[in-house]
Every structure is written in C-alpha cells, then in structure tokens.
C-alpha cells in the first residue's frame, strides 16, 4: 500500500483446535513467507481466541515480519467479539479479515490491484469475487451461492436479504463505517452468522461496490469447525433478523437477547396490544381476535416465508415487508425471503405461511406442491399481467404465453394456490377464473420511507438555481413525455433533468453534460427513496400506453412522486385515470409531445398551482395509500391467508 493509504488485516484463529491446528499452522507459515516479500505492505494483526490457541504455536512459527499479536481471554469461538475487541488497536484506514484456511498467496497477489481501487474507492465497503469454498456444501444451504453459480457478483442490500454473498477474505472495509455501525455482533445466535449481518446492516445505509478482484478461498462460516455449536439454525436467525432490520434507522448489531426473546416470550394480552400500539388499535375487533388467537394457538409469532426471485425485493417491499415492519411492535410476525431458484423443502419448515411472490420457475411448482403435501398454508401475489404481457409486447412472448413453461408454472401455482393476491380489477379479471380464492387490496407506500420536510415544492430559489423535472422508473415505449424533456431542457436554462432508471433513454444522453443528472436504478429501496428524496424533483412524469397490460399496473408511480414531493404529469390513460384528479392531484397528458410540454411548463411555471397539486395529491396518498392507512386490510388478508378462513 502507498504511504498515503494504510491497511491492516486482521488474522482471526479460533474453532477446534483438533481440527483446525494444522491448517492453522498451514495459514501463519504463509503469511510468514508472503509478509517476509511484501515488508511494510500491510499491518498485520493476529488475534489469538484463548491462550490455548497461542500455545499450539513455537515463538519462530509467529515471527512474522510486522506482526503484531493479541491473544484474547477465552475461548469465546465469537469471531465478531474477537474482532470488536481489537478494532481500537486498528488505526489504518482499510480493515481486511482472514481466518484459518483463507488463501494467503492469493490475498497477496490481489494487493497490488486493490491499491488503485482503495485509492479511488467513494464506497466504504469494496468487495472482490466470491470463491466456490464460500458456496453451498449442503443441498439444503439456500442462502449460500459462489462464483461458479454465475450469480450476479453485485452486493445489495435486498439481495442480503436473501443470500450471504459478500466474500469475507475478498472485501476492504473502511476503519470510519466500522466505528459508525457499532463494530460485529456478539451474539452467540449469529456465531456462524455474524459476517453477513454486518454486511446486511452496511449494505442498507451504504453502498457495497463490486469489483473484479480474484476470489480469495477461506473459511466458510456457515460449516466452520468450532469447538461449541452457539449459533441458531440459520432459517431462524434470518426471521429475526429480518424483523429487526425493519426498524427504520437501526444501525447497531443485534443483540442476542433481540434474537432469543420473540421464540420465548408469551403473546401480550388483546388489552396490552391495545394499550401500546396505535396501529393495533385500527385493526378491526374482529381481525384482532382471528389474530391473536391464531398467535396465542402457534405460541410464537407467526412465521412467513417469501419465495421470489432476484428481480422481485422491490416487489417484496411494496406488498409484505412495508406491512411486516408497522406489525414489529406487536410480536405477530416473524419472517425471511427465499430466491425461489435455491429454495429446498427445509425453506418450507416451521412455516405457517408460504408466499410465492411472482414465481414461474420449475422448482417453484415444486415447491408448491411441497407445501401442499405438508398442509402448509400458500399465498400467490401477482401485481402484473402476464396474462397480455405476452400478447402486447413481443420480446416476453416467448415468456408469457400459452404454451411457454414460465407461463404455465405461473398458472399451476395459481390454482394451486389457497389465495390469489392482486392489485388492480383488470388483472383480478383475468385470474379469477383460475384462482381458488381471490383477493385485491390497495397497493401502499410508506410515507416514511420518503422522509422530506418538503410538502410542496420550494417557493424560492436561490439566484441561478435550475428547477428539475424528470422521470422515475424502468424506460418506457411511449417516449412521447421523454421527448417533451429533452425539449425543455433545450429551451430553457432554468431546468435541468433528473433521471432514475435502469438506463439512460438517447434522447436525454443527448443533452449537454452537466443539464441531466443520471442515477442508476437501486435494489435497495430505502436508498432507492432516498436518493430521490435527495434529488428534490420538482416535476415528475409518469408516461404509459394503452395496453391492457399497463392498464392493470398499480399506481405506484403517482404515489412515490407524491411520497418525494413533487408534481406528477401523467399519461391520460389507465391505471392513473382512475386514482388522479386532473388539476386538483396531478395533471393529465395526451400521447404528443406538446401536451406533455404544456403540462409539465404549467406546473413548473405557475408555483400556487404546483403547490396546491403537490399538498392534495399528499393528503389523498395518506389517507388511502399510506401503508398504515392500508395495514388494517393487510392484516385481516393475513389472517385469512394463515387461518384459513375470512375474519367474521
């Protein structure tokens, strides 16, 4: 490393000494040889878990050139508390971990490709490829994928949820993010867990950066070798951590009494639910009794499994884990997420409920059936029509029509399922007559999510500072309202244009730099929320066609325009014609390019109207589209879902 950028890695040698000695050994003899013909490269810490440990090595097997040695007392077999422990001792500005078995050479070789990398680094955390060491051993391991998966080597936060992914002896992590979420969890629930619930807490309020870095091979915590067995089984520790990271704004380690607690503690009574959670007591009387009593039957909360797969967490978000979340304080439900392509017959146990979030694959079906041999509760959810998708847009006709696998898994599940979920009538008539039972509920948002202060847009600006108006969202057809921004932007110095998608449109790279602010697409989406929170758009477009297909999209465009504060222009068709006020909540335009110029120009020029639009479409996505406004039919959908029958 250049002087003017420090690194320390930190050697961590616990487990069973039995087992693991002489690999061990094998590890320190390696990094004795490579820091003997890299001086000065690198601090080296090794942290020893109990004396021990220390004793099974002479003085000349730890003469390592710039070593320095800690030996804890112990043994705690708690890699996060041994690394916590010694993180004062750390004063370097990256921190890299190695364990018993990780590839020293090849750490070494990589050296002189991270230094440019750290050097240039704007994210915290910086992660290389995955090894296959770091992959399943088990059929049933259905978190854990590597490299020769061909699994996608990008790190975020909603992929976490799901999958331990990011490479220990392959990731530099910045000394400062470290101090700032509160160091490694000790509890002794996540011994085997502990890595990735602190790459789960770091990719949620920062970005992981990928790079291309060659895969170092070390150990596999998920089928270590320790001397004492702590940790939970893993679908267990993934319902609580799940739930506890709903909590909006926690970044500190869970605890190991956070984890224990739920499975233990007995449901409150209907009087101290009512007592102590306002959004309790919005339930309806009778869904809080169908609840309480199917908590009180199961003796813990209710466990939900979801199974999507790697396209569907913003899905997942909007349609469960916003409602998941409000339900935190109750103690009512615990849950996890699956991709549906690993998902195994033990992602299925101890579950009350199993959601098929949008699945069409072979062992989606298979898992269906799974559940139906087991008598376990399944719940499909649908908020797309892919019954005309296929139909309308021929690059999906392979996909979504009759006849196409994907296609006909998606209809298996249906009518196997005991619910259907939807969103909107024209998809809800096309399912009907295949579904069992089919339910509709209002799609939501929640509000907090989208924290701004800022209601209306900004009365006043500063001298010289542009207005924004833009679009959010994946590239649409119907380039009309593209092309009404371009057009402004052209005509008038006093507007620049915000983009949020999964690709730039030509027409708006067009413009000159500096007039189009680009931002790529977020699986994250307390990021995604923030970022264009941040942007502070003050007009938003929101173009569709006329396609039975897009007719039967939820309005999730007008409400997050709304959540972020600004004015909405939106296309003269369905679904928005049925949701929004033309004058009063947002504004309507036609399919050319000057009634999208008009529209949007009005409300950019005309603040009072801008305003008004902006405060009333806000009062009406409150109190019909909030997340809380909407967790009361949630709910009574759940309890149906879990119990079997509607609540009376």
């Known amino acids: 490393m250049s002087a003017s950028l420090s690194l320390t890695v930190v050697v961590l040698i616990t487990g069973d000494t039995d087992r693991l000695v002489g690999q061990a050994k094998q590890s ?56 916590n422990t010694v993180l004062d001792e750390v004063e370097a500005d990256w921190l890299a971990v190695l364990g018993i078995g990780s590839e020293i050479s090849t750490w070494y070789s990589n050296l002189a490709a991270w230094q440019p990398v750290l050097g240039a680094a704007e994210a915290p955390m910086v992660a290389g490829y995955r090894s296959h060491s770091e992959g399943r051993t088990a059929a049933n391991e259905s978190w854990l994928v590597h490299q020769d998966d061909q699994f996608s080597s990008d790190y975020p936060y909603a992929w976490l949820q799901m999958l331990d992914l990011v490479p220990m002896g392959n990731t530099m992590i910045r000394r400062d993010l470290l101090r700032e ?18 790459c789960l807490r770091a990719s949620r309020h920062h970005h992981i950066a990928s790079i291309p870095m060659q895969p170092v091979p070390g150990p596999g915590w998920h089928q270590y070798s320790f001397a004492n067995e702590l940790a939970a089984p893993a679908d267990q520790s993934l319902r609580q951590l799940m739930r506890l990271e709903a ?3 926690r970044i500190t380690p869970a605890r190991e009494d956070e984890l224990r607690a739920p499975a233990t503690t007995a449901t409150p009574s209907l009087s101290v639910l009512n007592a102590i959670s306002p959004s309790w007591r919005a339930l309806p009387e009778a869904v809080q009794s169908r609840l309480h009593a199917l908590l009180q039957r199961s003796g813990r909360p209710l466990n939900i499994t979801i199974i999507g797969g790697v396209n569907e967490p913003a899905h997942n978000q909007l349609c469960f884990f916003n409602y998941f979340s409000r339900m935190r304080e109750w103690g009512a439900v615990n849950w996890r997420t699956v991709l549906d392509e690993l998902a195994t017959d033990d992602d299925l146990a101890e579950s009350d409920l199993v959601i098929f979030s949008r699945v069409r694959s072979d062992n989606g079906v298979r898992l269906m059936n799974a559940c139906t041999e087991r008598h376990i509760r399944t719940l499909y959810m649908l908020d797309d029509n892919w019954f005309w998708l296929g139909r309308e847009w021929d690059e999906y006709a392979p996909i979504f029509t009759p006849g196409a696998q994907p296609f006909e898994n998606f209809l298996k599940m249906v009518r196997a399922a005991d619910l259907t979920l939807t969103y909107r ?36 600006r500063q001298p010289g500072q542009r207005r924004k108006i833009g679009y959010v969202g994946s590239v649409r057809k119907n380039m009309v309202a593209f092309d009404a921004l371009v057009s402004i932007a052209r005509r008038r110095a006093d507007v620049d244009v915000f983009v949020m998608s999964n690709s730039l449109p030509d027409e708006l790279a067009a413009l000159p730099q500096g007039r189009v602010h680009f931002e790529p697409y977020q699986f994250n989406y307390a990021a995604y929320a923030a970022t264009v929170v941040a942007a502070s758009p003050d007009v938003l477009v929101a173009p569709v066609g006329r396609t039975r297909f897009e007719a039967s999209k939820c309005p999730n465009k007008y409400l997050e325009i709304t959540a972020c504060g600004a004015a909405g222009v939106y296309s003269r068709a369905e679904p928005y014609l049925t949701y929004i006020q033309d004058g009063e909540t947002g504004l309507f335009a036609d399919d050319y390019v000057a009634s999208w110029v008009a529209a949007i120009e009005r409300l950019l020029d005309d603040e ?27 709910v009574g959908l759940l309890v149906e879902a879990v119990g079997g029958k509607p609540p009376a």
């Not at 399912?431 to 939501?444: I, M, S, V």
């Open 181 to 198: 979420l509160g160091g490694f969890t000790e509890a002794p629930a996540l011994q085997r867990m502990w890595w990735w619930e602190f």
């Open 608 to 634: 009072a109207l801008r305003s008004a639009v902006t405060r009333r479409a806000r009062e009406q996505v409150t109190a019909d589209f909030d997340t809380a406004a909407v967790l009361p039919q949630f």
């Open 28 to 83: 320190l003899f390696d990094l004795r040889y490579y820091a003997e013909r890299n001086p000065n490269a690198v601090g080296i810490l090794i942290v020893f878990d109990g004396a021990h440990w220390r004793d099974c090595f002479s003085e000349d097997e730890l003469a390592i050139h710039g070593v320095r040695i800690t030996t804890l007392p112990g043994p705690h077999e708690l890699p996060g508390r041994m690394l």
């Open 247 to 249: 909590e909006a704004r």
């Open 425 to 460: 009538e024209p998809l809800a008539e096309d399912l009907r007559p295949y579904a069992k039972r089919l339910l509709t509920l209002p799609t939501n948002v929640d509000l907090r999510t989208f924290q701004t202060p800022r209601l209306s847009p900004q009365p006043g």
